[in-house]
C-alpha cells in the first residue's frame, strides 16, 4: 500500500537556524512524493513534488527536500527560518494504482518558528 | 494566478439537512478530488472524477454522498443528511495531466449542529 508517515507531531525551531520536517515513505513502484502547506484556515498550498531525476528538489518559499531512495524519505528543509513559515506541513504520496493518482497524506507536522 | 474557488467557505447545517458544497477548478484541469480534513487530523481522500464521472471513492464516500459537474465549470459535492461527524473542513483540488501537482481550494469548513 502507498502510505507516508510523518513521524513529528511538531517541530520547534529558532528563526534564522535551520528546520528538517520529516517525512518517510512506502510505495510499490517509483514514489511520486509532494510536500503542501497550510496556513491557519487557509488550503493546502504546494510546495514542491520529486518525480524523477534530481535528489535535491528546490521549491516555493525557500524550501527544499531531499529524496533518499535508501531510507525512503523525503524531508523537507530550509537553511534559515521564518516566523512566517510557522504552519501545518503536510508530506503526501501519488496513489498511483487508482485512475486519477489521488494522494494519500501524512499526519501532518506543525512547525513553530519561535522569534 | 489560476486557482481553485470554493463557496461557502463556512456553512452550519442541521443534522439532516442536505448541503451542497461548490467548486470552480481550474479551467483547463482534466481530474477533481474532493478531500476532507476533520479537525486536528489528517488529510483523507473523498472521490475523484474525471471524464464526467467518479474515477474513484473512498470508503468515506457512501450512499450519502454525490458528486456532480453540472456545468462544465462548477463541481459539487452533495451529502444528503448530514451528520455530526460529517462536520469537517472539505477541500476541492484539480489536476492538470501527467505529473503536474493537484491545486486545492481554500475549503469550506462544514458545520453539523
Known amino acids: 500500500a502507498q502510505s507516508v508517515a510523518q513521524p513529528e507531531d511538531q517541530v520547534n525551531v529558532a528563526e534564522g537556524n535551520p528546520l528538517t520536517v520529516k517525512c518517510t515513505y512506502s510505495?510499490?513502484?517509483?514514489?511520486?512524493l509532494f510536500w503542501y502547506v497550510q496556513y491557519p484556515n487557509r488550503g493546502l498550498q504546494f510546495l514542491l513534488k520529486?518525480?524523477?531525476?534530481?535528489?535535491l528538489v528546490k521549491g516555493s518559499y525557500g524550501f527544499e527536500a531531499e529524496f533518499n531512495k535508501s531510507q525512503t524519505s523525503f524531508h523537507l528543509k530550509k537553511p534559515s527560518a521564518l516566523v512566517s513559515d510557522s504552519a501545518l506541513y503536510f508530506c503526501?504520496?501519488?496513489?498511483?494504482?487508482?485512475?486519477?493518482?489521488?494522494?494519500?497524506f501524512g499526519t501532518g507536522t506543525l512547525l513553530a518558528v519561535q522569534p | 494566478e489560476p486557482e481553485v474557488t470554493q463557496t461557502p467557505s463556512h456553512q452550519v447545517t442541521q443534522m439532516g439537512q442536505e448541503v451542497i458544497l461548490r467548486c470552480v477548478p481550474i479551467?483547463?484541469?482534466?481530474?477533481f478530488y474532493w478531500y476532507r480534513q476533520i479537525l486536528g487530523q489528517k488529510v483523507e481522500f473523498l472521490v475523484s472524477?474525471?471524464?464526467?464521472?467518479?474515477?474513484?471513492k473512498s470508503e468515506i464516500f457512501d450512499d450519502q454522498f454525490s458528486v456532480e459537474r453540472p456545468d462544465g465549470s462548477n463541481f459539487t459535492l452533495k451529502i444528503r443528511s448530514t451528520k455530526l461527524e460529517d462536520s469537517a473542513m472539505y477541500f476541492c483540488?484539480?489536476?492538470?495531466?501527467?505529473?503536474?501537482?493537484?491545486?486545492f481550494g481554500q475549503g469550506t469548513r462544514l458545520t453539523v449542529v
Open positions: 483540488a484539480s489536476r492538470g495531466q501527467g505529473f503536474t501537482e493537484a491545486f
Open positions: 510505495v510499490s513502484g517509483n514514489p511520486y
Open positions: 520529486y518525480i524523477t531525476g534530481d535528489n
Open positions: 503526501a504520496v501519488r496513489d498511483i494504482r487508482g485512475a486519477t493518482n489521488k494522494l494519500i
Open positions: 479551467s483547463n484541469h482534466l481530474y
Open positions: 472524477f474525471y471524464n464526467n464521472e467518479i474515477s474513484e
